[in-house]
């Protein structure tokens, strides 16, 4: 019995080093494109090639402290700790090679390092789940019901007149731009549901379920929502959402093989670009920028821009009725005119910069604490594996969009309904 749970503390701290490995390989990779691509590549966006020895070495010291600091929410909780990975993997990595690399401001660095701590308290909070369900028998069809009924409004507004070249990613942009002129009141709350929480969260309870002319069905719905749209992260939700059920058989397994995919994909990227021969590399600057340099960078824009001068919601609904916006114009359009000089261009800002633009550092702190909450909520569902790949989707949109436009728009607060009534697993007779 010994030699057994010896064994298994030793399988332990292997899967912990190996985790600990991977992400250290992108920290690195990541380092690189930053050197030979986006400082050079993409200057003229503000990246700059302004390498900092000392800022260097605190980043270095830092991810090593996130990374031991990481093994006691290793050892409580799996999800959890892949989760904080992913918050280090998209928020700390980049952040960090900004400051040390190009030599940017420490504001947004040490927030994102906060952001991340923060996270580490989400193991020892739990929260008591209502005792709400509806009969096993009827979640399925309930799923169905609500998706096809905030289907009808969709497709009474935007019916199959679609471009199926944005299937093939080209014309995105002349897709959205029509998109936008339809998208206005009700409609714009049921389109984000039904993309973001509703037809990611049915695939995937159909395919717990075995029930393939339903993911079909779904999957199809996804890629309509998709082709009126031009929106790519609705592009990807299915990819996500099925890579992440069928890749892996715990948290550690997945975010294992995510990882490792990541590296190989990294390694791949540049001989591909170099293949296709186009003027600027295509999938590198496609996705490694937009990914996660860019969020980074407008981070630094929105902190530089309102030092010493928070917004106080001013944007918001509700919020807006008591602090006027003293600008003209929306911020994100006001912060691309002020340091790219393209005021119709739209600077998302997500979880981090939108604490400090609204609150200054005090919503830093305040909306680390919810996310670590929220994550801490949906940590005491206890739902099944399967649906990981929709919390990965969480994580990005929050990389890029404000909290409270997350949980409404974002689909989180819906999801946290459905949850609580048709994913748990509890019976009712």
Same mark, same amino acid.
């Given at each position: 019995?010994?030699?057994?749970?010896?064994?298994?503390?030793?399988?332990?701290?292997?899967?912990? @080093?190996?985790?600990?490995?991977?992400?250290?390989?992108?920290?690195?990779?990541?380092?690189?494109?930053?050197?030979?691509?986006?400082? %050079?590549?993409?200057?003229?966006?503000?990246?700059?090639?302004? &390498?900092?020895?000392?800022?260097?070495?605190?980043?270095?010291?830092? &991810?090593?402290?996130?990374?031991?600091?990481?093994?006691?929410?290793?050892?409580?909780?799996?999800?959890?700790?892949?989760?904080?990975?992913?918050?280090?993997?998209?928020?700390?990595?980049?952040?960090?090679?900004?400051?040390?690399?190009?030599?940017?401001?420490? #504001?947004? $660095?040490?927030?994102? %390092?906060?952001?991340?701590?923060?996270?580490? *308290?989400?193991?020892?909070?739990?929260f008591p789940i209502p005792q709400v369900s509806i009969p096993t028998q009827y979640k399925g069809t309930a799923l169905i019901a609500l998706s096809i009924l905030l289907l009808i409004p969709i497709i009474a507004t935007f019916k199959l007149n679609v471009n199926l070249n944005t299937?093939?990613?080209?014309? *995105?942009?002349?897709? !959205?731009?029509?998109?936008?002129?339809?998208?206005?009141?009700?409609?714009?709350?049921?389109?984000?549901?039904?993309?973001?929480?509703?037809?990611?969260?049915? @695939? %995937?309870?159909?395919?717990i379920h075995k029930k393939p002319m339903l993911i079909g069905l779904f999957v199809l719905i996804l890629l309509y929502l998709f082709v009126i749209s031009g929106n790519k992260l609705v592009y990807f939700t299915p990819m996500i959402v099925i890579f992440f059920y069928y890749i #892996?058989?715990?948290?550690?397994?997945?975010?294992?093989?995510?990882?490792?995919?990541?590296?190989?994909?990294?390694?791949?990227?540049?001989?591909?670009?170099?293949? *296709?021969?186009?003027?600027?590399?295509?999938?590198?600057?496609?996705?490694?920028? !937009?990914? $996660? $340099?860019?969020?980074?960078?407008?981070?630094?824009?929105?902190?530089?821009?309102?030092?010493?001068?928070?917004?106080?919601?001013?944007?918001?609904?509700? &919020?807006?009725?008591? %602090?006027?916006?003293?600008?003209?114009? !929306?911020?994100?359009?006001?912060?691309?005119?002020?340091?790219?000089?393209?005021?119709?261009?739209?600077?998302?800002?997500?979880?981090?910069?939108?604490?400090?633009?609204?609150?200054?550092?005090?919503?830093?702190?305040?909306?680390?604490?919810?996310?670590?909450?929220?994550?801490?909520?949906?940590?005491?569902?206890?739902?099944?594996?399967?649906?990981?790949?929709?919390?990965?989707?969480?994580?990005?949109?929050?990389?890029?969009?404000?909290?409270?436009?997350? *949980?409404?728009? #974002? #689909?989180?607060?819906?999801?946290?309904?459905?949850?609580?009534?048709?994913?748990?697993?509890?019976?009712?007779?």
């Open positions: 019995m010994n030699l057994n749970m010896s064994s298994f503390k030793i399988k332990l701290t292997k899967d912990f @080093l190996i985790l600990n490995a991977l992400i250290a390989v992108i920290y690195i990779a990541l380092e690189l494109y930053y050197h030979n691509l986006i400082s %050079v590549t993409y200057n003229y966006m503000g990246f700059k090639a302004d &390498f900092n020895l000392s800022k260097y070495i605190i980043t270095k010291v830092v &991810f090593l402290s996130l990374l031991a600091a990481s093994y006691t929410i290793y050892s409580r909780n799996k999800f959890l700790y892949s989760i904080y990975l992913l918050l280090i993997f998209f928020f700390y990595i980049p952040n960090a090679i900004l400051f040390s690399m190009g030599n940017m401001h420490i #504001g947004p $660095f040490v927030s994102n %390092v906060f952001f991340v701590s923060v996270f580490l *308290i989400t193991p020892y909070i739990s299937l093939l990613l080209s014309e *995105i942009y002349s897709t !959205r731009e029509m998109f936008s002129e339809k998208l206005n009141g009700y409609l714009a709350y049921l389109y984000h549901f039904e993309a973001k929480t509703i037809i990611p969260v049915a @695939l %995937v309870f159909f395919m #892996g058989k715990d948290y550690i397994s997945k975010i294992s093989y995510f990882f490792l995919i990541a590296i190989i994909v990294f390694a791949l990227f540049p001989i591909i670009d170099h293949f *296709i021969g186009a003027p600027k590399p295509i999938l590198s600057g496609t996705f490694i920028n !937009r990914f $996660f $340099f860019i969020p980074a960078l407008l981070t630094q824009f929105y902190f530089d821009f309102f030092d010493g001068r928070p917004f106080y919601f001013a944007e918001t609904h509700f &919020f807006n009725q008591f %602090v006027k916006s003293p600008y003209d114009m !929306r911020v994100g359009f006001l912060i691309t005119k002020v340091y790219w000089g393209a005021p119709t261009a739209f600077a998302n800002n997500g979880i981090v910069s939108d604490g400090f633009m609204n609150l200054g550092y005090w919503g830093v702190a305040l909306f680390s604490g919810i996310f670590a909450l929220l994550f801490s909520f949906f940590n005491s569902l206890k739902l099944h594996i399967g649906y990981y790949g929709i919390f990965f989707s969480y994580i990005y949109i929050i990389l890029s969009a404000p909290l409270l436009t997350c *949980i409404i728009t #974002g #689909g989180i607060l819906p999801f946290i309904l459905i949850a609580l009534t048709i994913l748990n697993n509890k019976k009712v007779s």
